[in-house]
């Protein structure tokens, strides 16, 4: 496991050990699934009930909360695979002596 380093200087390791090949990249993606479906079920039912319960006005606002969520959610989610950590976290620690 990568921990983050302080400000002193660690010699560059010659493959550095990315987060997204350490192996538990799978399990990472599937509690991000996870939450993802999640947040779908919730915006689901409460889209579901201010159909029913509220006015046209009141589904207009909602709908336009859900899709702006969702916009945040996607925006979130292509950056975090598209874009690498900072370098800072890369770097592996010191070894105890």
Do not use: N, Q
């Amino acid at each position: 496991m990568l921990t983050p380093c302080s400000h002193r200087a660690h010699p560059a390791r010659a493959t550095p050990s990315l987060p997204w090949d350490d192996g538990d990249m799978k399990a990472r993606r599937g509690s991000y699934t996870s939450y993802g479906i999640g947040c779908a079920l919730v915006w689901l039912v409460i889209l579901a009930i201010t159909s029913v319960t509220t006015d046209e006005s009141k589904r207009r606002t909602i709908r336009m909360a859900c899709a702006g969520w969702w916009l945040g959610w996607l925006s979130a989610t292509t950056a975090r695979y598209v874009y690498p950590p900072p370098r800072r976290w890369l770097v592996p620690p010191e070894p105890e002596t």
